[in-house]
């Protein structure tokens, strides 16, 4: 939820203050970054050290107030091949210390720029350390950042944060969805059609399996069961998306749907804590989330630590060490976060399907866990042969 008008020049900027409300009451005195205004969120921090553009355009970050923990923000400016959708999904953008001038032969403006472009109200020169130490001890909460006229007393400024909508109950995933179905081809020779159902796709996901021979069907969030299976899918795609998992009754039902008719199904991100719900598992708010590029996964079903990149605020209540029964069959966690124990992928043994927590697209990121396309890829290619068989 923002409020803005087209950031000045760079210069003039800095001069101009900006206030971070946390609805707990801490303030933070920065100078205006980006567009001038008021914005809404909730606060979180991402630990990556690159791959800020990635993430300003993730539309997982819907409604989000990124603090972001590397000091030293927008060396590589932006440019206009790296967009993960086509605009900024973040509600606001906190940086220590702003690159002055980028460096990049990419580079097409910078990020100040791009930023006051898309009315994205920003803040700078504040101790985001002190910040993330914060959240990370009293958790993820909503914040409001002012500039220019917005900025008003302390008082007034801490109850239009504490009036803010919060992310716990937000179902937000049709709010950045595609509204119309598009098809994204499959790169060389076709080998298998997938129906991905987009609950804030990022781009480079259909890029992956285009790459792996797959033409993948983008469809809306609102998809029905016949949607899905007009396209004659070999496999069906739950993608990542913003909001609450609790509220995602369609998306659970939808893939409910594809369970019981056995199409090999992979999810990714809130597609995971989709298949959760769908599985019976309950789902519940992290403290202060999972965001970033360096994140510890080990993969159960092989020993593998994994570094991957996260962005979730949720995460899937299912038994660790046990093997559980669901209407569907077996499932068992076959991943899980090293630095605190977090479900961060899910398989069913008896049906074919299998989802992560995390990104395995990883834009921006490691690429330890580019094998579970080809998971995917392997699943789809089984059951076609077994069908074949039959």
């Known amino acids: 939820m923002t409020t803005s008008k087209p950031g000045t020049a760079s210069k003039r900027k800095e001069a101009s203050p900006a206030v971070l409300v946390l609805e707990d009451g801490r303030i933070f005195r920065g100078r205006a970054y980006g567009a ?3 914005t809404f969120g909730e606060a979180v921090f991402s630990t990556g050290m690159t791959g800020y553009q990635e993430t300003l355009t993730d539309p997982s970050y819907h409604r989000q107030v990124v603090v972001m923990t590397a000091p030293h923000v927008g060396n590589t400016g932006v440019n206009d091949e790296d967009m993960e959708s ?3 999904w973040v509600s606001g953008y906190v940086v220590r210390d702003p690159a002055r001038v980028p460096s990049s032969w990419r580079s097409a403006r910078t990020l100040d720029e791009e930023l006051a ?9 504040i101790d985001t350390r002190a910040l993330t130490r914060h959240l990370r001890e009293r958790g993820a909460m909503r914040v409001g950042v002012f500039s220019g006229d917005a900025i008003q007393d302390d008082a007034a400024l801490l109850a239009s944060v504490r009036e803010a909508p919060e992310m716990t109950g937000a179902d937000l995933s049709a709010e950045v969805a595609t509204t119309e179905a598009y098809v994204v081809p499959a790169i060389g020779e076709k080998r298998f059609t997938v129906a991905a159902v987009d609950l804030g796709i990022k781009g480079m996901t259909p890029h992956r399996m285009a790459e792996r021979g797959i033409e993948v069907h983008v469809l ?16 069906v795609f739950f993608s990542n998306g913003p909001g609450d998992p609790s509220t995602a009754d369609h998306p659970v039902a939808l893939m ?3 369970l019981e008719r056995g199409t090999p199904l992979f999810g990714i991100c809130f597609g995971n804590q989709i298949l959760g719900r769908a599985l019976g598992f309950g789902t519940y708010k992290l403290k202060y989330g999972h ?6 996964v080990q993969d159960r079903t092989t020993g593998k630590v994994e570094v991957t990149a996260h962005n979730h605020g949720f995460a899937v209540d299912a038994p660790l060490d046990t093997v559980s029964d669901t209407p569907y069959g077996r499932a068992e966690v076959s991943h899980v976060c090293l630095n605190d124990n977090v479900v961060e992928g899910l398989q069913l043994l008896d049906r074919p399907a299998f989802s992560v927590q995390y990104h395995p697209e990883a834009a ?5 866990a580019a094998y579970l396309f ?7 290619s089984t059951v076609l042969m077994e069908g074949q068989r039959a």
């Open 291 to 296: 965001r970033g590029i360096n994140q510890p």
């Open 364 to 368: 921006a990121g490691p690429h330890d």
């Open 256 to 258: 409910q749907a594809v």
């Open 117 to 125: 472009a898309q009315g994205v109200v920003g803040i700078s020169g």
């Open 36 to 38: 001038v205004g008021a």
């Open 220 to 235: 809306p969030a609102t998809a029905s069961v016949d949607d899905v299976y007009a396209v004659d899918p070999d496999g």
């Open 374 to 380: 080809d998971r995917f890829t392997s699943l789809m």
């Open 86 to 88: 086509k605009k900024i």
